[in-house]
T-cell receptor, first 112, second 113 residues
């Protein structure tokens, strides 16, 4: 499948700091999604992006779909301890299966 | 809010045994998926299912795997003869419209001994 390069691999920050992570791909995606996964649970959708250049917010989260449809970033402002988890980017292809290709994840640790 | 539900939450099986992982997608959804996540790794696509047939599958989804929608609510993944490397979290997901975001279940942790 198409390769998504997600960075950084992990982040260790203090509560209140802002966080930024991004994903790039050599392929164009129809939809770009950001998920958060807590230990032992399934990925939970945070933000979905549908249009090139689209900038979308969800509370303290902001994500943008790159104009070339090959990249996206996710920002978390004023981090809190419950932001801890693994954040995955995922690209959804425009094909009959609409399968998702996931990045390898960014592990976020927030200290009080 | 409707959820994708998966059972069991954890299954332990011996190598070579058959396992069936069960999922109940969100009721009005049309596309169904299985993904797996080996511990500490990314989520990997296995198979998508639409209109009662497989629409796409990955290289991982070999002849040992099969999917079925035996009735109007359940969606199952069968592994015919499990191997140690099949140990992973298996996630079911579904969507309503083609470009809607996927909704994941909480997964089944499969441990093959």
């Amino acid at each position: 499948g198409q390769q998504l390069n997600q960075s950084p691999q992990s982040m260790f920050i203090q509560e209140g700091e802002d966080v930024s992570m991004n994903c790039t791909s050599s392929s164009i995606f129809n939809t770009w999604l950001w998920y958060k996964q807590d230990p032992g649970e399934g990925p939970v959708l945070l933000i979905a992006l549908y249009k090139a250049g689209e900038l979308t917010s969800n509370g303290r989260l902001t994500a943008q779909f790159g104009t070339t449809r090959k990249d996206s970033f996710l920002n978390i402002s004023a981090s809190i301890p419950s932001d801890v988890g693994i954040y995955f980017c995922a690209g959804q292809l425009l094909n009959p299966g609409y399968a998702l290709n996931f990045g390898k994840g960014t592990s976020l640790l927030v200290t009080p | 809010e409707p959820e994708v539900t998966q059972t069991p939450s954890h299954q332990v099986t011996q190598m070579g045994q058959e396992v069936i992982l069960r999922c109940v997608p969100i009721s009005n959804h049309l596309y169904f998926y299985w993904y797996r996540q080996i511990l500490g790794q990314k989520v990997e696509f296995l198979v998508s299912f639409y209109n009662n047939e497989i629409s796409e599958k990955s290289e991982i989804f070999d002849d040992q795997f099969s999917v079925e929608r035996p009735d109007g609510s359940n969606f199952t993944l069968k592994i015919r003869s499990t191997k140690l490397e099949d140990s992973a979290m298996y996630f079911c997901a579904s969507i309503g419209q083609g470009d809607s975001p996927l909704h994941f279940g909480n997964g089944t942790r499969l441990t093959v001994t």
